[in-house]
């Protein structure tokens, strides 16, 4: 069966589009045997962009799943925002305190590769640094992708960083080059130890649509959404080759400081007050996209914790 699975996206350093492939990915997808469309979730540890993409600043999105999640891993269906072309968006709040309280909540209790027993899911973990929360995430990914750009420093990072990536061998990780390389795919496999999957073409016009949730058959015409889908088709293989082969455990990045414990006032109560931006409104939808609250939030966040 394709079109389930965890993909997670990622990159070491800098900002080479992780965010805007993510969601291309899931975007372009192939269809699969799985009944819920492709979902991104935005487990970046140094706060989310795609709320602020699609206005959806107030969405509590990742906040909500977090804190039903306090207490175990939760399902993710509840926090799922729709967007146009059938992706399921959970969207990470902008400011990094809240975001890195509930990527390392999702990731301490296995929620995100628990949401992607039963459909596909692309998680955007942001910069994958040593300490960052959202490394149990990545090291439960099916497939873990690295995006780069093609040249000698970042490449020479990432070569650094293979046998973690990769789990000693163990975890299938894949590089993906933000732009054109001035050398082959077969040379930069070579010097980096990793598998090429493809190039994300430098395209800021694609890049926007892609922001603007421009998926249609027109956008799709685009060089940008094209490298996405043969990418996808590429990842979703390895998904499905991945279930039918090996049953190897797949390690966990080692991440070098422990876990922090998530800071008070970080994280919704359940049923307590939303901390998203004041003034937002908010509405939380259902898979199908009609909404199962919304409202105005009209207070700042319990920031005691931080003083
Ligand atoms: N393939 C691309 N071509 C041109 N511009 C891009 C591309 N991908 C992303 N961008 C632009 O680069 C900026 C950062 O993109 P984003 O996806 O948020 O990166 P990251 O998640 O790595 O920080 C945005 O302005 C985005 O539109
Ligand atoms: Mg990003």
Do not use: N
């Not at 996405?228 to 400081?257: E, F, M």
């Amino acid at each position: 069966m394709s079109g389930v699975g965890l993909v997670a996206v990622g990159a070491l350093k800098g900002s080479p589009g992780v965010t805007t492939a993510a969601l291309a990915l899931a975007a372009v997808w192939p269809a699969g045997a799985a009944d819920a469309g492709p979902l991104l979730v935005e487990a970046d540890p140094s706060g989310g962009d795609v709320a602020g993409w699609y206005g959806l600043l107030g969405y509590p999105g990742l906040l909500a799943w977090a804190a039903a999640a306090r207490g175990g891993a939760a399902a993710v269906d509840a926090h799922v925002w729709a967007l146009a072309g059938g992706v399921g968006l959970v969207a990470a709040p902008v400011e990094a305190g809240s975001a890195r309280g509930a990527v390392a909540v999702l990731a301490q209790t296995g929620s995100v590769p628990w949401a992607a027993s039963g459909r596909l899911v692309v998680a955007d973990c942001g910069r994958l640094d040593p300490g960052s929360v959202a490394l149990p995430i990545a090291g439960a990914a099916g497939v873990l992708v690295v995006l780069a750009r093609p040249v000698p420093a970042e490449l020479a990072r990432v070569a650094g960083r293979v046998e973690e990536l990769t789990g000693a061998g163990r975890r299938d990780c894949v590089l993906v080059l933000a732009g054109e390389p001035e050398w082959s795919a077969g040379r930069v496999e070579e010097a980096v130890g990793l598998p090429v999957v493809g190039v994300i073409p430098h395209h800021p016009r694609a890049a926007a649509g892609v922001a603007g949730g421009r998926f249609g058959r027109g956008a799709r015409r685009s060089q940008l959404l094209r490298a996405a889908a043969d990418i996808a088709a590429d990842l979703d293989r390895r998904l499905a080759g991945r279930r039918g082969g090996s049953s190897r455990a797949l390690a966990a990045l080692p991440s070098a400081a422990p876990l922090p414990a998530v800071p008070p006032g970080s994280l919704p109560r359940a049923g307590g007050r939303l901390p998203v931006v004041p003034g937002a409104t908010f509405t939380i939808s259902r898979p199908g996209g009609q909404a199962a609250a919304s409202g105005w939030v009209p207070t700042t966040p319990d920031r005691e914790g931080w003083q």
